[in-house]
């Protein structure tokens, strides 16, 4: 599929989930300087056309495994956003009722099988699940995002390697926004490509626009047509930047100014929507309309959120064993 | 009826769950054609094939976080990690995802899945030697088994694989190929040697389940694995002066038994808890707080805990002995628990 | 005198250790120039350099096996591991590599390492909060060091490093920042206010002897870490009643000061002991299994033990406080201990 | 340096090495019949080339690690064979006082940092090694071997990513005997050499004939010389072959007896041999001499250790702590 032939509808379809997602993490901002959110964030917003140009490829039972930086992929995958906001918030709602928080959102009837706080973790476990689908004979695929830091681990070459000599249905999906924490990748990696490195499990291994959502649509769809004909994995490396710091506690003084202002020129969302309005098919309006209703939509998750009942810690201990 | 080794036993189990449902699959090192470096999977390739009987690269976190994911998917996937010591390279999947996934999906997602693994000391050097279950006891999430007899191996790992959490399944590598012709022999003995046999029909030993080996009244020895067949032999000896020990195989660490132990020790009023790891902050640390903790009324002794010496296990055969619990230490722990009146 | 945080104080501990020898140096994620998730390293970079101070990949066991290997050239590594549930992915080359070569060479090479840490819960969720210090307690071969003032946390880091062993150094995340100012007030909180201030003059903590923040005859109240002051505050209310709780703080749990553990309980016939690690096979077990071994005679109650509750940390905070020991639950278990005759 | 400059001594040396590790194993591999070796041995005959190629061209202070397979790599380097026996019997005399046996050799006065049980966990110490090297300003160098199943290890892509990027004085010798116990190679990669899995790290990686010594000597010297001139790390994957089973307890049978043959064919003792009486300069004689010398050697050493005390349990406590 090229540029030209993706339909109007999706195209729409993966505006409204980016913005719903930069939305997301703004309110998520303000409630946390207010207090509202425990321990920490870890934001994605910058990164959306990543989350997005992938999973919209995906069907509801294909499956995907998440980072810290996981809430974008979670919406994009289609977590609730009430109950994600609640899980965020520590409420007895959230999806995981409150006892995972933001690093670890689970969703599974969505697909969404975990964001993670053990960087590079959640990898092993994609290749599980995809070797679960081959074994079942089912034809559905798992992505498996994960940042250019975590390709450090160890954990993550067993389980690409295994995945590329089982020819798994996965697709691992590296989110390289330059920096681990503060430290940017040229000091822990002597390639500038993380596909570089990838390349040496025999599998396709590309390095792509990450910012520019149709881009890692299209190419996210040839690895997904790959892995239903069990082709084996692809490994896709989106390069991209978050605008916010690390986590919550960091201003991020490592990074120049320049250097932000030279990614907040790409932002994946002003660039869809332009693109939208050029193509003249989608109108301000329309756009409009999409922008107000996500920002309902959200306004709505957070009151639930708000309203939402403190975990009963009398209750979890059932959570531990079936 | 049918004397097995466990080697055979455990074979036994996985083929007859593996036939049972097809969500059971194997994966690990060297488990195909070559069996497993104990022989327990012989022969299930051919029966089975390679896609459920999965031979890995020597990648042990990868071979958790597969089994992880596969069990996310609803399946049953039994993994070997070769030797305990080798798990020490895969703690963070067990650890930090199959222990904990379950909970942090507000129990929403099932995590069944076993490892099985060999542990203890048979003079390979540190390396291929530690008894690590405590910190598997010390993670919640998680269950552990460990047989001492074939009997026990088979029905403790068909419960194991039908349980629906992760359990962590341990094979003592000396009790592998114990046969029951070459047992020590005795009245103490009695009760394990009719655990070599293994009946045709249909049966499981559930997880959570201590057993007693062997009945007394003077002093409760509580212990696992190949310590089990130790304390035996003291107990023997203990019978000839004329001290009845009863001897209590835990069986399973997580779920533990805590009334079967505690109902003892009200008995005896004694008890010496004997497990082949490290002392400190080891399995036996647990055992003997936790009868402290709900018998303490009943005890005439400090509890006696015999372990390995703290420090890694020694290569020299005569070394090695002298660290972990052997006949003599044991017998001593004994002797200096009955001491007191 | 000066007063300082538990952050500064370690990272002059740093410094001071670097200008003293040049075999120190520093490895580990983001302790360059942004100066470590806990700010501990902050500005040391600008005064030693990129090659004292080793930004590292995020690659855990990396950073272990390159401190074992430097350590064995005789150079004193000081690695962060920023999370201690991120040691998890490195226990094979902590347990198997640096806890163990020196004997397994037959004690001719020295492991002189220190793995710093940050523990315990603070609302981060499950991958963010364990306490796992039992594990190493369970590994001979290793010292453990816990801190819970800047005074300690200084000399205590200085005894780590000039140490010829592997240390664990364990830092709270909530003491790091935690200021004199801020402290409880009250009797019991006198000596842990004194321990504040950080002289100018070198000094050390040397490693293996615990420290009592609090004296007192009826009973012992054992703990680590953050749980120090929150027996220090039941300490407080119990005063009021009347009741003198003596708390000791044990600094560092290998090696293990079994001596004023033992001559405490044995004045006071009662001990309570506290940890934030999960209960089952956890720091409470071992120690509640010491002071049974050398103190049984003169026990009037059993031990209490108090820690996490056997699941992994939640992250509701609600849920987080009720699963950690907080006050109430150590004053009902020194309660309970006191409640027996 | 070229095959034709190696000089005459050197070459003879070489062999003098390899027969060592030949009859060192083969008298091993009697003696554990015989019962007088606890626990299991990993036997490396066939495989001499690489160590003697590779060892033979460090300093005495240059610094190995080797693997569960290390009595070659630990005699190459210099290891005293009558220390290295009675550890490996267990004996109090032994180079660790009889604690370590085979899997634990540590030779530090000769630059020997140990074999070890766990495969590829000697990979990051190497890099830690040469860490130390490069901080002190020394001009030393470490050799890491691995085997082929090793690469598989998270442990070894994270080292080998470290070195890389911090440019130490390391080189990765991989001794690809094509089987990891009964696994191929094939069943556990999708690349046939290991080298271009490697190549990834943006270090030179290359894959020879290990059992070549001269190729082994010369290629390994290149390597050397980089290390020492702080050019970073050099990966060789050493095509070799493994004569016995992974350890005493393998028969073997997962490898047919043609491909056993073919290897035998290309044994690396007699082509050394053949070439040595070729060039004409060492005639039989001199080998023969050589060969008795190594014979008595051996069993002086045998000697030895079978004289040699038990350890006495009582005094081992005190290795624990310094
Ligand atoms: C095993 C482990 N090590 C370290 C950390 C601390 N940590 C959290 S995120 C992070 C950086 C990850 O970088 P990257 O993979 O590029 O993801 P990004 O944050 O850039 O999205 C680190 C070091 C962790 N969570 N887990
Ligand atoms: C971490 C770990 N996993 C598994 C083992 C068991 N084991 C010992 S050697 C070996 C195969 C290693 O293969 P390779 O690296 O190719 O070395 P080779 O034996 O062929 O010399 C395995 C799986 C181990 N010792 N350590
Ligand atoms: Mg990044
Ligand atoms: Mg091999």
Redesign the pocket.
């Given at each position: 599929m090229t540029e030209a032939t993706i339909p109007e509808e999706k195209l729409q379809e993966m505006y409204r989930i980016m913005y719903t997602i930069r939305r997301f993490e703004e309110k998520l901002y303000t409630i946390f300087l207010s207090g509202e959110v425990p321990g920490t964030i870890h934001q994605c917003d910058g990164q959306e056309a990543v989350a997005v140009g992938v999973c919209e490829n995906l069907n509801q039972d294909d499956i995907i495994t998440s980072t810290h930086r996981g809430h974008g992929h979670c919406i994009a995958k289609g977590i609730p956003l009430h109950e994600a906001l609640a899980e965020i918030m520590g409420k007895k709602t959230g999806c995981s009722g409150g006892v995972g928080g933001t690093m670890h959102l689970y969703y599974p009837e969505k697909g969404i099988y975990g964001t993670t706080g053990i960087v590079g973790s959640g990898v092993p476990v994609a290749v599980g699940l995809a070797l679960g689908i081959r074994y079942k004979g089912e034809k559905r695929v798992v992505v498996s995002f994960l940042g250019e830091g975590a390709v450090n681990q160890g954990a993550v070459h067993e389980a690409i390697n295994l995945a590329s000599v089982w020819k798994l249905p996965v697709i691992f999906v590296c989110e390289n926004n330059k920096y681990a924490v503060s430290t940017p990748i040229n000091e822990t990696s002597c390639l500038p490509d993380v596909s570089e490195r990838i390349k040496s499990y025999g599998i396709p291994a590309l390095t792509i626009d990450g910012n520019n959502v149709i881009k890692v649509y299209t190419v996210t769809r040839q690895a997904v047509e790959r892995a239903r004909a069990s082709l084996g994995p692809t490994f896709i490396e989106c390069k991209t930047y978050r605008y916010k710091g690390h986590s919550r506690s960091d201003p991020a003084i490592y990074r120049s100014q320049e250097e932000l202002n030279s990614w907040l020129k790409k932002d994946p969302l002003p660039r869809l929507r332009d693109y939208l309005l050029k193509r003249k098919t989608t109108d301000e309006a329309k756009l409009r309309e999409i922008e107000n209703e996500v920002g309902l939509t959200i306004d709505r998750a957070l009151t639930f959120a708000r309203k939402s009942p403190q975990v009963n810690p009398r209750e979890i201990a059932n959570y531990v064993f079936a | 009826m049918k004397t097995l080794t466990i080697a055979k036993a455990l074979g036994q189990a996985l083929s007859e769950e593996m036939r049972e449902n097809r969500n059971v699959f194997l994966l690990g090192?060297?488990i195909g054609f070559f069996g497993g470096?104990f022989q327990v999977t012989k022969g299930l390739i051919d029966e089975f094939g390679v896609e459920r009987v999965k031979e890995t690269p020597?990648s042990?976190t990868a071979i958790i976080g597969a089994a992880v994911g596969a069990a996310l998917m609803g399946l049953r996937p039994v993994a070997e990690i070769?030797?305990m010591?080798?798990i020490v390279?895969c703690m963070d999947q067990i650890v930090n995802q199959a222990a904990k996934i379950r909970f942090l999906s507000g129990g929403k997602l099932n995590v069944p899945l076993v490892i099985r693994t060999a542990l203890g000391a048979n003079t390979h050097g540190a390396?291929?030697a530690q008894c690590l279950e405590a910190w598997f006891m010390h993670t919640p999430g998680l269950k552990i088994a460990f047989p001492c007899t074939p009997y026990e191996a088979k029905g403790l790992l068909k419960s194991a694989i039908r349980d629906d959490n992760p359990v962590v399944f341990l094979e003592h590598k000396l009790l592998y190929g114990k046969k029951e012709t070459n047992l020590e022999t005795g009245q103490t003995f009695q009760r394990i040697r009719s655990l070599f046999s293994v009946p045709e029909e249909e049966y499981i030993v559930p997880l959570g389940k201590a057993d007693i080996k062997n009945e007394g009244k003077d002093v409760t020895i509580i212990a696992t694995g190949l310590m089990v067949y130790r304390c035996l032999n003291v107990a023997e000896d203990l019978a000839r002066e004329g001290i009845q020990a009863e001897v209590i195989d835990l069986r399973s660490l997580v779920p533990l038994d805590k009334r079967t132990i505690i109902s003892s020790v009200r008995k005896t009023g004694r008890a010496v808890v004997v497990s082949e790891d490290q002392v400190t902050a080891g399995v036996t640390a647990e055992i003997s707080a936790v009868i402290y903790e709900e018998a303490f009324d009943y005890l005439d002794a400090p509890v006696q805990r015999v372990g390995a010496l703290d420090i890694p296990i020694p290569f020299s055969p005569l070394a090695e002995d002298y660290t972990i619990p052997n006949k003599t230490r044991i017998y001593a722990a004994v002797k200096k628990c009955l001491e007191r009146n």
């Open positions: - | 090192e060297n470096s020597v042990e070769m030797y010591d080798f390279c390396h291929h």
